[in-house]
């Protein structure tokens, strides 16, 4: 089937604007996940939901930072007031459920890539 | 909490040589890790993994083996081709329901 896609695919905005960013994991994975990918480097946790609950937020930077998801499925990342340090590829991934033997891989979607002028 | 540090930052071998990618990992529950690939624009792609009650995998030209005493992990390339050029990233896990910790990346360049 269809792998994780994400909306939009780029997003440019002004500085104390809001953003929103969506993922659309695999049909029936249970356990979404966000990262950030600052340039050149690496990918940094920032939440993990379980269902619609987030049993794991310890990445999130700061209280501008925001997530739900609804129905088991979509999950949108909310940034509220952008700065200029927020400018990064934003990372979804999803994985099966805890009863798959797959259930460890998170298969990743391509990315919002985030502006902040 | 978890630190994984990778090395080299950058390798460039020659087409057909091998290329051996290395990570480090600090905390002793961690029992999955995951290499992905990522070329320039294109997201993460998972292209092998190890989990801890195991010690090597391979699948054709990749292999990833797992020292737990040593906490450390490695990713093997053999006979590397051009189109194996990307990033190579290595992560430790606690397993399903816990994030993954990245190390910083690897630059492969492999030269025709």
């Known amino acids: 089937g269809a792998g994780v896609s994400q909306s939009p695919s780029n997003k440019v905005t002004e500085k104390g604007k809001d953003v929103e960013l969506r993922c659309d994991p695999i049909?029936?994975?249970?356990?979404l996940y966000w990262y950030r990918q600052s340039l050149g480097q690496g990918l940094e946790f920032l939440i993990y939901f379980q269902g619609n609950s987030a049993p794991d937020k310890s990445g999130l930077p700061s209280d501008r930072f925001s997530a739900e998801r609804t129905g088991g499925s979509v999950s949108t990342l909310t940034i509220q007031r952008t700065q200029q340090e927020d400018s990064a590829v934003y990372l979804c991934?999803?994985?099966?459920?805890?009863?798959?033997?797959?259930?460890?891989?998170?298969?990743f979607g391509p990315g919002t890539r985030l502006t902040v002028t | 909490g978890e630190n994984v540090e990778q090395h080299p930052s950058t390798l460039s071998v020659q087409e057909g040589d091998s290329a051996v990618i290395k990570c480090t990992y600090s905390d002793s529950a961690s029992n999955y890790f995951p290499w992905y690939k990522q070329e320039l624009g294109k997201r993460p792609q998972l292209i092998i993994d190890i989990r801890s009650n195991v010690g090597e995998k391979k699948d054709q030209r990749i292999a990833v083996t797992l020292n737990k005493t040593a906490k450390h992990f490695s990713l093997h390339i053999t006979e590397t081709q051009p189109e194996d050029s990307a990033v190579y990233f290595c992560?430790?896990?606690?397993?399903?329901?816990?994030?993954?910790?990245f190390g910083a990346g690897t630059i492969l360049r492999v030269k025709s």
């Open positions: 992560a430790a896990s606690g397993g399903y329901g816990n994030k993954l910790v």
């Open positions: 049909s029936g994975h249970t356990a």
């Open positions: 991934a999803s994985s099966l459920a805890r009863t798959s033997l797959s259930s460890y891989e998170q298969y």
